[in-house]
């Protein structure tokens, strides 16, 4: 009797045993073949529109996929992605994750293992190719790049006539020709030619990329600022800008946005993404037109071509990763029509080259008097010099802040640089 219930509890054993090895494989397998993707992104309106559509899109073919978009704050992604990644754990993680290119390199240096390579799940050279350094680590594809922020001159072409100049005037010209052309505009209209936040140095980092260059060398950590020619004729012309008194200063976004929809000043350069704020003031359509970006005086290789922002989709090394590649691939990697849909339901420019022959891109936009402004921000985007944004590019900035403030108040410009170098090389690892 002894020995019969011996052999019952040993096979009861077994059995438990197995059982259960063979829930862990079950739960296993289910992780890796989930048919469920989810997604960080920031902002409904823009990223998270764009992305509901590409969903909607792949489910006309793929109905067995469920996928989920979830907003977060970007300074939440940034914190969420740092806090776990760190700690070496991808339990809550997304499969799919947005990341602005001016911090992407910070990512996937410090984590390289966490992030699925997507060469081969999209061809980079359908893309801008500045967009493709920013995503790519030792020569491999991690990124898939999204939106543009090429950038343009959008004029108030009423307050030139006033001053005698056409938009032709306005074509291809340097930062000089822009001041005096802005001296003109002021004396005759009263109108100052752009707000700026002196806390916020985006119109420096506009003006260097137009001569491939930033703050940091090529290698994307060495600083670059003391013997930084481009640099240096950026600040030259922030301050020339601020001495013809042509800027009006403001200390947050919807003072920026008050600016030119109230008409107080007469140009916004900075990116395309700020289109539909500017069409959101209806009566000044007709009044507004868009020229390449102003090019560096003095700097040989600038040219009328510049970004400002942009981010770029991810695939971070968790179960799924597989079907999350190929989600964006057949998407956001490879389709003319889901470019189109996007930029016309959402505004939104991207960097696949051939979506710019489509007919949303090739529209003639009544606000700006007819101008075709997508195809016109889609070739510019073509003529972006690529840099290495490197790992610092929001710490260095905050160093040339007070460096910049320093040079206005009326130290040697290239003390200041020379300033911020050290502080750069001692702060920035």
């Given at each position: 009797?002894?020995?019969?219930l011996?052999?019952?509890?040993?096979?009861?054993l077994?059995?438990?045993?197995?059982?259960?090895?063979?829930?862990?494989?079950?739960?296993?397998?289910?992780?890796?073949?989930?048919?469920?993707?989810?997604?960080?992104?920031?902002?409904?309106?823009?990223?998270?529109?764009?992305?509901?559509?590409?969903?909607?899109?792949?489910?006309?073919e793929n109905?067995?996929?469920?996928?989920?978009?979830?907003?977060?704050?970007?300074d939440?992604?940034?914190?969420k992605?740092?806090?776990?990644?760190s700690s070496?754990?991808?339990?809550?993680?997304?499969?799919?994750?947005?990341?602005?290119?001016?911090?992407?390199q910070?990512?996937l240096?410090?984590?390289?293992?966490?992030?699925h390579?997507?060469?081969?799940?999209?061809?980079?050279?359908?893309?801008?190719?500045y967009?493709?350094?920013?995503?790519?680590?030792?020569?491999?594809?991690?990124?898939?790049?999204?939106d543009?922020?090429v950038t343009?001159?959008?004029?108030r072409?009423d307050?030139l006539?006033?001053?005698?100049?056409?938009?032709?005037?306005?074509?291809?010209?340097?930062?000089d020709?822009?001041?005096?052309?802005?001296?003109?505009?002021?004396e005759?209209?009263?109108?100052?030619?752009?707000?700026?936040?002196?806390n916020?140095?985006?119109?420096i980092?506009?003006?260097i990329?137009?001569?491939?260059s930033?703050?940091?060398?090529?290698?994307?950590?060495?600083?670059?600022?003391?013997?930084?020619?481009?640099?240096?004729?950026?600040?030259?012309?922030y301050?020339?800008?601020?001495?013809?008194?042509?800027?009006?200063?403001?200390?947050?976004?919807?003072?920026?946005?008050?600016?030119?929809?109230?008409?107080d000043v007469?140009?916004?350069?900075?990116?395309?993404?700020?289109?539909?704020?500017?069409?959101?003031?209806?009566?000044?359509?007709?009044?507004?037109?868009?020229?390449?970006f102003?090019?560096?005086?003095?700097?040989?290789?600038?040219?009328?071509?510049?970004?400002?922002?942009?981010?770029?989709?991810y695939?971070?090394?968790?179960?799924?990763?597989?079907?999350?590649?190929?989600?964006?691939?057949?998407?956001?990697?490879?389709?003319?029509?889901?470019?189109?849909t996007?930029?016309?339901?959402?505004?939104?420019?991207?960097?696949?080259?051939?979506?710019?022959?489509?007919?949303?891109?090739?529209?003639?936009?009544?606000?700006?008097?007819?101008?075709?402004v997508i195809?016109?921000?889609?070739?510019?985007?073509?003529?972006?010099?690529?840099?290495?944004?490197?790992?610092?590019?929001?710490?260095?900035?905050?160093?040339?802040?007070?460096?910049?403030?320093?040079?206005?108040?009326?130290?040697?410009?290239?003390?200041?640089?020379?300033?911020?170098?050290?502080?750069?090389?001692?702060?920035?690892?």
């Open positions: 009797m002894k020995k019969v011996a052999l019952f509890l040993v096979s009861l077994l059995l438990t045993a197995c059982s259960s090895g063979s829930k862990t494989e079950d739960n296993s397998k289910t992780a890796e073949d989930s048919n469920k993707i989810t997604v960080w992104a920031w902002d409904p309106n823009f990223n998270i529109k764009a992305m509901n559509i590409a969903k909607d899109t792949y489910a006309q109905k067995d996929v469920e996928i989920e978009v979830i907003e977060n704050a970007q939440d992604i940034i914190q992605l740092n806090t776990s990644l070496g754990t991808t339990k809550g993680l997304p499969n799919i994750v947005l990341i602005e290119d001016y911090r992407a910070g990512f240096q410090a984590f390289p293992d966490m992030f390579e997507l060469t081969g799940s999209f061809n980079a050279k359908d893309f801008a190719d967009k493709i350094a920013p995503t790519s680590l030792d020569g491999k594809n991690y990124g898939l790049p999204f543009t922020g343009g001159l959008y004029v072409t307050y006539e006033q001053a005698g100049y056409s938009i032709e005037d306005l074509q291809n010209i340097d930062w020709k822009y001041i005096e052309i802005g001296k003109k505009v002021k005759v209209t009263g109108k100052q030619m752009l707000t700026q936040d002196p916020d140095l985006g119109l980092r506009m003006m990329q137009t001569a491939g930033w703050y940091l060398e090529e290698d994307g950590v060495t600083p670059n600022l003391a013997d930084n020619k481009a640099l240096k004729a950026a600040f030259e012309t301050k020339k800008l601020l001495d013809a008194d042509l800027v009006k200063p403001v200390s947050d976004w919807s003072q920026f946005l008050a600016g030119f929809n109230s008409g007469a140009t916004v350069p900075t990116g395309n993404w700020i289109t539909p704020s500017i069409k959101a003031e209806e009566s000044q359509s007709g009044k507004w037109a868009v020229v390449p102003p090019k560096l005086p003095g700097v040989a290789d600038s040219v009328n071509a510049s970004n400002l922002g942009g981010s770029s989709w695939v971070l090394n968790v179960p799924g990763k597989e079907k999350a590649a190929e989600f964006l691939g057949k998407t956001f990697g490879s389709s003319v029509e889901f470019y189109q996007i930029n016309t339901e959402v505004g939104a420019i991207g960097t696949y080259k051939p979506a710019t022959e489509g007919e949303a891109y090739q529209a003639a936009d009544e606000f700006f008097s007819g101008q075709k195809a016109d921000f889609a070739k510019w985007t073509t003529e972006i010099p690529q840099v290495n944004f490197g790992l610092h590019t929001y710490a260095i900035e905050d160093i040339l802040a007070v460096e910049a403030q320093n040079f206005i108040k009326g130290k040697d410009l290239d003390k200041a640089l020379k300033d911020a170098q050290g502080q750069a090389e001692t702060q920035v690892k």
